[in-house]
């Protein structure tokens, strides 16, 4: 049974950082492409970044690239997404998600991903 769990999740102010974790069991998350989404209040879902497996490339929403970073711990089977300068536009639930593909779902589609777990709440605000 696989489950994934999202965490790390808080209340930030601007120009702070965050680290959010994303733990898996019942599937190895260093065979497989690990995304991110998140959805704010009254918009649509957005993709954050991805992570390759096999060649570990990395891929950023426009809205995040130069602050958010995504890596592996693959010995605790998780994966973790870093953010700093957080801005208030960051404010959302977001959303870890895997499937059994090695590459990450093209044009930021990680919600498609077949296996999601519940979301992690981040406020930034002063």
């Known amino acids: 049974h696989v489950q994934l769990q999202a965490s790390g999740g808080g209340l930030v102010q601007p120009g702070g950082s965050l680290r959010l974790s994303c733990e898996a069991s019942g599937i190895t998350l260093d065979y497989y492409a690990v995304g991110w989404f998140r959805q704010a209040p009254g918009k649509e879902r957005e993709g954050v970044s991805c992570?390759?497996?096999?060649?570990?490339?990395?891929y950023y929403g426009e809205a995040v690239k130069g602050r958010f970073t995504l890596f592996r711990d693959n010995v605790k089977n998780t994966v973790y997404l870093r953010m700093e300068n957080l801005k208030t536009e960051d404010t959302a639930v977001y959303y870890c998600a895997t499937d059994h593909t090695s590459h990450c779902p093209p044009a930021g589609d990680y919600d498609g991903m077949h296996y999601r777990g519940k979301g992690t709440q981040v406020t930034v605000s002063s």
């Open positions: 992570i390759n497996s096999r060649d570990g490339n990395t």
